[in-house]
């Protein structure tokens, strides 16, 4: 008869060859452990030395084998380790440590971090020159008009621009875009004054254009280099580069989405609204192209094909901004970007 005080563990005895379980204890009978049911009778027993106990994994079920085939299941797998420790094989299997770490929740999120990659590198660039080539007109208009009223609600406000320089801003503006693809019915000059944007121009999608207070007097009167400025905006616009950065962040918001799951109502507008403002920034290959298509747009209509490169050497002298690129910035760049117009143009002259 095992003693009340030696109890070990709650749980069930199974008998060797059967599915019967009852309800029992296991207990320490001097150098032998003992399985009693209700009644204290014993079921099973054993030395130390000759049971099979399954080393412990996570919280699964121990499992201790007795010499005649039974078998002595229990989820007290803390009391089980206590009694082993005090008998001398307190020592964890490497599977229960790993369980501990949750390897299965490192390996899924290291996977996550990898596809993750995968599709921003591959799979993206892939899906966004599909849905280029598949977008219907109605699209850019719709994505144009809601990030124009995004910004004139946050960042943007109303030209204070007099009538004249507008005037003749427009007229520079409307002989380069009529002579663009799409003609000058397919582009429409917006005049804003920039706040945070500062001395600025941009494209949308549709070819709606928007040219800040601060860029036309930064200019100082120079009409040409504004107009050479809109020129490279239509650049923008006609080799599709705003399409397809909408479509990029809209991938990469939908990205961080898709991982990150239900991330609320609030963030999930920052995501969509920011990625609007975030496609106005463009790769260097992007700028590049734009800045050619300025200076073979200025040379047909007859102006200075050179005058986007006095754009840039203002932002150097009077902005100090002299860097190589800039993730932030629609013209990143400024020193190389400026040497390379007056090497194209040159070219062109030629």
């Not at 030696?6 to 296991?26: F, K």
């Amino acid at each position: 008869m095992a003693s009340e005080t030696a109890a070990i563990a709650e749980g069930e005895w199974h008998p060797a060859g059967s599915s019967r379980s009852v309800p029992c204890r296991l207990v320490e009978d001097g150098e032998r452990l003992v399985v009693c049911d209700q009644t204290q009778s014993e079921l099973a027993g054993g030395s130390l030395s000759s049971l099979e106990i399954s080393a412990r994994v996570g919280r699964i079920p121990r499992r201790i084998t007795f010499p005649d085939g039974s078998l002595f299941e229990t989820g007290e797998n803390d009391a089980v380790d206590r009694f082993l420790a005090r008998a001398g094989r307190g020592r964890q299997g490497i599977i229960h440590w790993l369980e501990q770490f949750h390897p299965r929740l490192i390996a899924f999120v290291a996977t996550t971090i990898l596809l993750g990659a995968l599709v921003y590198r591959i799979a993206l660039p892939a899906l966004v020159e599909v849905a280029v080539a598949v977008t219907p007109p109605i699209v850019p208009q719709i994505m144009s008009a809601s990030t124009l009223e995004t910004m004139d609600r946050t960042v943007l406000g109303p030209s204070k621009l007099n009538e004249a320089l507008r005037g003749r801003v427009l007229d520079g503006f409307r002989r380069i875009a009529a002579l663009s693809q799409g003609g000058e019915a397919a582009y429409a000059l917006n005049f804003r004054e920039g706040g945070p944007v500062g001395p600025n121009a941009f494209a949308l999608p549709d070819g709606t254009l928007i040219l800040t207070d601060e860029l036309v007097e930064l200019a100082g009167g120079d009409i040409e280099m504004i107009v050479g400025v809109l020129a490279h905006e239509i650049g923008h616009v006609e080799h599709k580069h705003s399409l397809r950065q909408f479509y990029r962040a809209a991938g990469v918001a939908g990205l961080v989405m898709l991982i990150a799951g239900d991330i609320g109502s609030g963030a999930e507008d920052v995501l969509v609204q920011g990625s609007g403002l975030l496609a106005l920034s463009y790769s260097r290959a992007a700028e590049a192209e734009a800045d050619r298509h300025s200076v073979a747009l200025m040379i047909r209509a007859g102006f200075d094909p050179t005058a986007i490169a006095r754009f840039f050497e203002l932002l150097e002298t009077k902005l100090h901004d002299r860097s190589e690129t800039s993730i932030f910035s629609t013209h990143p760049g400024t020193s190389e970007r400026r040497k390379a117009i007056l090497e194209i143009a040159a070219e062109r002259k030629d």
